[in-house]
């Protein structure tokens, strides 16, 4: 379903410094933050998302949750998701970068025709799509997207990351992260710390990571 998976009231819930990453499914599911089932009041920041198969965020219902400060790269088939329009706030999207390459950036909404009548707060991203420098957002150009009342303060750019196409995520120039008030993270720090033996038990071999690439190609 997801890498991390939440349903319920979940006041007080911090999701912050995760790494998720190769988060796939044959069918349904495949996200990497998966907000499900009445999520509310959660916080998920300074969690670096990447290839994953069907959304780097996905929220089916909920209200109040807070996503800011995150970085979602190479989701197959869009970085942000979700399914149901509701009558309430369902959630503030603010200060994330994403960076997709074939995906989308915004799926659709089950039943509806763009995301405009979503009750959504997006504001102060920075949205980039490899060999597109005018991504779709609901099949809106950037400018139609920010009349309907979203994003007004993000932006379109690259965020300079150091070396995205093998999945290095720092920046060789933090100008884009700055202009929407972006924090750098550390995302090395995720991940089974302590002896060396220890964390050794943790690393995936490359055969399975081969293999892992294989399935999931054989399904798409």
Request: net charge neutral.
């Amino acid at each position: 379903m997801g890498g991390v998976y939440t349903l319920g009231n979940s006041e007080g819930t911090t999701v912050s410094n995760n790494v998720i990453h190769h988060i796939y499914s044959r069918d349904y599911g495949g996200w990497g933050l998966y907000t499900d089932e009445g999520t509310q009041n959660i916080l998920m920041e300074n969690n670096l998302v990447y290839a994953c198969k069907s959304a780097g965020f996905h929220q089916h219902y909920g209200r109040d949750n807070i996503i800011r400060n995150n970085i979602f790269a190479f989701i197959e088939i869009s970085a942000i998701q979700v399914s149901r329009v509701e009558e309430h706030l369902s959630y503030t999207f603010t200060n994330n970068i994403i960076y997709q390459k074939d995906g989308e950036i915004i799926s659709d909404v089950w039943g509806e025709d763009n995301g405009t009548k979503i009750i959504v707060n997006y504001d102060r991203n920075c949205y980039w799509k490899v060999g597109e420098p005018s991504p779709k957002f609901y099949g809106l150009s950037f400018k139609e997207w920010k009349k309907s009342g979203k994003d007004k303060h993000s932006i379109v750019a690259d965020p300079r990351f150091i070396d995205p196409a093998r999945y290095d995520f720092r920046f060789r120039n933090s100008s884009s992260a700055r202009k929407i008030g972006f924090k750098p993270f550390d995302y090395a720090k995720a991940g089974v710390y302590g002896s060396e033996s220890w964390v050794e038990k943790s690393r995936v071999s490359e055969g399975l990571k081969e293999s892992f690439k294989n399935v999931a190609n054989d399904h798409k």
